[in-house]
């Protein structure tokens, strides 16, 4: 059974959180974009900025107000991307920002003024992210100091082994486009079930399809069923046997064994 309420129940509280603006669900947001859990904090980036919830189970902003077109999380760091709102003193578009204090502030890391991502994945030091100004598929292997482009197929998610940023996946119409060697060749494993959104964490592979979420099964190499009946899957993120779901309008989560 779906649960709204475990979303916040594991969730710890941002002390210290700078900003007052709060909204009571999800859908007042004009768009969410991603979702991502660091130290086991849903956050949500939006159109308004990056929200997390508060303990009286509304949702809070974390610091400034920024279009938060794209979101990671890499060995407690964020790393995000997108335009700047009232207030927030970068160029648009904000190439990629780094913040290692949960969001409450903010560096430029490189790409300002030149690059809008609209998906960003991590894995270590290598940062693999979609330009979606440019319409292309760029890397980093410096923690986002410098870039090079891949040349893939399209795709409508992305996501990288967080114990080997070798091996990258690719959601694709026709399946999925894997990769042994960072991203500069891809092979096609065409399956029954094709998600459309993909997120990879130490407790696995996962997948969202339009009103389910899977995790992949490597022996079998097929996507398994891990619960099913939501009116719609948005995004989705995992860690330490979490796995929160985005429906759209609420955030819930379920626990996997890993």
Not at 149 to 167: H, M
Request: hydrophobic residues 40%.
């Amino acid at each position: 059974m779906r649960n709204a309420s475990l979303a916040v129940a594991f969730v710890l509280p941002l002390a210290g959180c700078a900003s007052s603006v709060t909204v009571d669900d999800l859908s007042s947001l004009s768009h969410v974009h991603n979702i991502v859990l660091h130290d086991e904090r849903v956050l949500i980036g939006s159109h308004e900025g990056l929200f997390t919830p508060s303990e009286e189970a509304n949702w809070i902003r974390i610091g400034d107000e920024f279009d938060v077109m794209a979101l990671a999380e890499v060995d407690g760091e964020l790393l995000a991307s997108g335009h700047p709102g009232p207030g927030f003193d970068f160029p648009d578009p904000v190439g990629l920002l780094a913040s290692s204090d949960g969001g409450e502030t903010w560096e430029a890391r490189s790409l300002v003024g030149e690059v809008d991502f609209h998906l960003l994945e991590a894995s270590g030091s290598t940062v693999i992210g979609v330009a979606a100004n440019y319409g292309v598929l760029l890397k980093s292997t410096d923690s986002g100091e410098t870039w090079s482009s891949l040349d893939v197929p399209t795709l409508s998610d992305l996501a990288i082994n967080p114990d080997d940023p070798e091996n990258v996946v690719l959601a694709t119409d026709t399946g999925q486009q894997w990769s042994s060697d960072g991203g500069a060749t891809f092979s096609l494993t065409r399956t029954s079930v094709r998600p459309t959104i993909l997120d990879w964490s130490q407790s696995g592979l996962f997948g969202a399809t339009d009103d389910a979420v899977w995790r992949w099964n490597g022996e079998s190499s097929e996507w398994e069923l891990i619960q099913g009946g939501y009116p719609a899957v948005y995004g989705i993120a995992s860690s330490n046997g979490n796995l929160a779901i985005f429906d759209g309008e609420t955030v819930s989560t379920i626990h996997v064994k890993n």
